[in-house]
């Protein structure tokens, strides 16, 4: 809990702070994975997993920009509806993610219909648009701000998955480059709006709190519900 | 109740045959308005309680966006976004909208502030949000329907209202020109989408009952609530 109020640049610090102790670039299984010591299997679990929180990515955006208060800012958000659906057929992060997912093996419509997801996931992904459509907007658009953390572990992903998979291409990697320039793009401008609107002791403790959350289902997502699996297996 | 199923062309006509019974078209207010026989200040009011309703639509939209199931979906009513909130700073039919009523003479801040609303237009307003919110999703497209019937009456308040009204100019009402494009485009995906997903006589029941529901609530927010306000004189 945050008793004092916090500069701009503290709070920022605070907020990357976060990253760096909680973000799952920390979590074992993103070493093993870009170490190329996961097998296909595994691979394909984690993708398969994943595919659930890009599917619902537009929904989080779409119910923010429903709460939103002006044209500017539901302008400004609207952007990642045009990064994750594309603005043409066959375009877009959800499609580019479902290119993975090929490349790994998986059927298409078996992705798509969640059948094959784990219950944690589904519980994570959910729980992050609840935060979204439930709570204040100035903590909504703070819970977006785990894209401050992604370019490090995207750039340790890729290139020690494109090193250690002789079954792995850039192709079937391609939705992690636009995010290399999208997910800064979307972070300023969340860390702008959220450094400028925490402005008491207690909007920055929920701002810092909900961060630290999401941080936590961030992980689920990507990387803790595999690793959990594997270790029942 | 509809007990028997219609084919598409006789669902269509139904949810037409709505707009011919129910929209505020046919109130006296509509020909009030246009035969140029309201003053400045009952043009106000109008203008007033109807900037709630252009200035929720893309919450409405997004709500709908945020429940649609694929990008393909999502893209196409991304498009009323565009339209509403404009591409940038200035544009758009909410900035339209307040050129009409800075045009009738009332201070921006009091007409963004919806101060001075008729709990009426908010409660029809909200209603219509919470359709599409809270209902299926084949009914909250279906509520949208209304835009079928907007072309006639844009045509004739346009033309009655500058022939009518020495005050008022064609930039004033710059915000009806574009609708006329784009009401109709919007109208028929949806109406495409109803009558491909409307296919049992209890959807084709709820998709009539909601737009004759809207059809209601669409006077309410622009006409009805003015009428009733005006007989209180």
Redesign the interface.
């Known amino acids: 809990m945050t008793t004092q109020l916090l500069s701009p640049a503290e709070l920022e610090a605070a907020l990357k702070q976060i990253g760096a102790e909680r973000y799952h670039s920390l979590h074992p299984f993103h070493e093993l994975m870009y170490q190329g010591k996961l097998n296909r299997g595994q691979l394909q679990a984690w993708a398969l997993n994943r595919y659930y929180y890009q599917c619902r990515i537009?929904?989080?955006d779409?119910?923010l920009?429903?709460?939103l208060p002006t044209?500017?800012l539901?302008?400004a958000w609207?952007r990642r509806?045009?990064d994750?659906?594309?603005?043409e057929?066959n375009t877009?992060g959800?499609?580019r993610w479902l290119r993975l997912t090929d490349g790994l093996g998986l059927d298409r419509d078996y992705v798509i219909s969640t059948s094959g997801l784990l219950p944690i996931t589904r519980f994570a992904v959910d729980a992050y648009v609840d935060i979204v459509r439930d709570r204040p907007i100035l903590e909504g658009i703070a819970s977006c701000l785990t894209e401050l953390f992604s370019p490090t572990i995207i750039a340790e992903r890729v290139g020690g998955m494109l090193a250690n998979y002789d079954f792995i291409t850039a192709d079937t990697l391609g939705y992690f480059t636009p995010r290399l320039d999208q997910a800064p793009m979307d972070a300023e401008f969340a860390l702008d709006y959220v450094k400028q609107h925490a402005r008491t002791p207690e909007q920055q403790s929920a701002v810092l709190a909900v961060l630290r959350t999401n941080a936590t289902f961030s992980g689920l997502c990507s990387t803790r519900c595999i690793w959990l699996m594997l270790n029942q297996e």
């Open positions: 537009p929904a989080k779409a119910t920009i429903a709460r044209p500017e539901r302008r609207r509806l045009h994750h659906d594309g603005d057929p877009g959800i499609e």
